[in-house]
């Protein structure tokens, strides 16, 4: 590519400070150093993390910076050290890492590599160094990934190369929420054929955990949420039965218990809100049951009787699914071109009005289009 080795001036949706609207800007990216890509990104979607870290933990650190984590896009160019990839490889950005050396890498039971950003960063956003500048000043890649610009610079480790034929404005989804609800269903929860689920919220993260009880074998799928207007979505992707919890003058848990024989043998819980998190675990039925954290918070702790537990419920959680992100996504994308995995799109041209409809909960995903 004629760029390679050059500074290359793009554009990029900025967060200068918290609780600020973006500003669309014209960055300089920098050639990617040792073991780093410079990827040009063709699709993002916009995930409620982006909004988590500027809009809700209000904490100055990490700013500027460029949000953005569920992308796809194809290599522009490689660093020195870099083998696996060349100019015009599809791939996809991972805030989840996987080093390969590292000893959580070196384990079968967890995901979580020792070097990625939510191991690390996430308390501050993002890694202090950066190949962004704008205006004279340094700019932060959040996640080290950045996606809400037309160029980004990602190290080796966190990217993942995908099939040549691979519809990039679908299968961005698949480098965070997709795999993150599908994978806590099928490999953190471990849903059994026959079982009976709930999943609580229905954005694109409880909308991959249904579709992954589905695929799993469950009989019998509840959906919960206070937006009616996503359950005709849950029913594509599986969902059986379709609970509103504001529609019931007691506890949904309660609810739940009475149409299951004493609980549900799976709950998900996709929101990220710690009073859900309690109902999702005591919608679960005694002695088997298992619940999910999959809503991703760190704000507020949570509670529970132990009872909960002692009755021989288990409460656990999952990040990215659990699925090893340079292994498993080249494998996701293989299950959408085959029809296992449904990815929905839709298309905005404007950050802001995307991050809007995600606030007020009226749109499953938004996915922009960044470049041709
Ligand atoms: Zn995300
Ligand atoms: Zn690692």
């Known amino acids: 590519m004629a760029t390679a080795g050059k500074v290359i001036k793009c554009r990029a949706a900025v967060a200068w400070e918290p609780n600020v609207p973006l500003m669309m800007e014209e960055i300089e990216v920098a050639p990617p150093q040792e073991g780093e890509i410079r990827i040009k ?12 870290h500027p809009f809700e933990v209000k904490d100055k650190r ?7 984590h569920e992308g796809a896009g194809v290599v522009e160019s490689v660093g020195p050290g870099v083998n696996d990839f060349k100019p015009g490889d599809k791939v996809i950005p991972l ?10 890498c070196k384990s079968p039971n967890t995901n979580l590599c020792d070097c990625s950003w939510s191991s690390k960063y996430h308390d501050i956003m993002s890694d202090p160094t950066t190949r962004f500048t704008c205006r004279g000043q340094p700019i932060l ?3 080290g990934t950045s996606t809400f610009s037309e160029y980004t610079v990602i190290n080796q480790i966190a990217v993942a190369k995908i099939a040549d034929d691979a519809p990039l404005d679908r299968v961005c989804l698949l480098s965070c929420g997709i795999s993150t609800g599908y994978g806590a269903a099928v490999n953190t929860a471990g849903v059994t054929p026959g079982s009976v689920c709930a999943v609580f919220g229905l954005g694109a993260v409880g909308l991959a955990a249904v579709m992954g009880c589905k695929n799993a074998g469950a009989s019998r799928i509840f959906a919960v ?3 009616e207007k996503k359950f005709e979505k849950a029913k594509v992707f599986g969902a059986t039965d379709f609970l509103n919890p504001k529609a019931y003058d007691k506890p949904i848990s309660e609810v739940l218990a009475e149409l299951t024989n004493g609980g549900v043998d799976f709950s998900l819980e996709c929101v990220g809100n710690t009073e859900v998190m309690r109902t999702a675990l005591e919608s679960c039925v005694k002695g ?3 619940s999910v954290l999959v809503g991703w918070t760190d704000v507020k702790d ?3 009787k132990p009872i909960q537990l002692i009755s021989g419920k288990t409460w656990k959680g999952s990040l990215f699914g659990g699925f090893k992100s340079k292994d498993s996504v080249p494998n996701l994308v293989c299950n959408y071109m085959n029809g296992k995995i ?3 799109k839709m298309s905005l041209e404007q950050v802001n009005d995307a991050i809007n409809l995600m606030k007020t909960g009226d749109c499953i995903r938004c996915i922009l289009n960044i470049s041709k």
Do not use: R
């Not at 990104?41 to 988590?52: E, I, Q, R, S």
């Not at 990490?62 to 953005?68: A, E, R, Y």
């Not at 805030?95 to 959580?104: D, I, R, V, W």
């Open 342 to 344: 449904k990815l929905d």
């Open 141 to 143: 890649q959040f996640m």
């Open 225 to 227: 949420d206070i937006n």
């Open 302 to 304: 949570f509670s529970a």
């Open 95 to 104: 805030f989840l890492s996987q080093c390969g050396e590292c000893k959580f």
């Open 288 to 290: 088997w049951g298992v």
């Open 62 to 68: 990490g700013f500027p910076t460029v949000l953005g």
């Open 41 to 52: 990104v063709v699709a993002t979607g916009v995930c409620h993390t982006d909004l988590y």
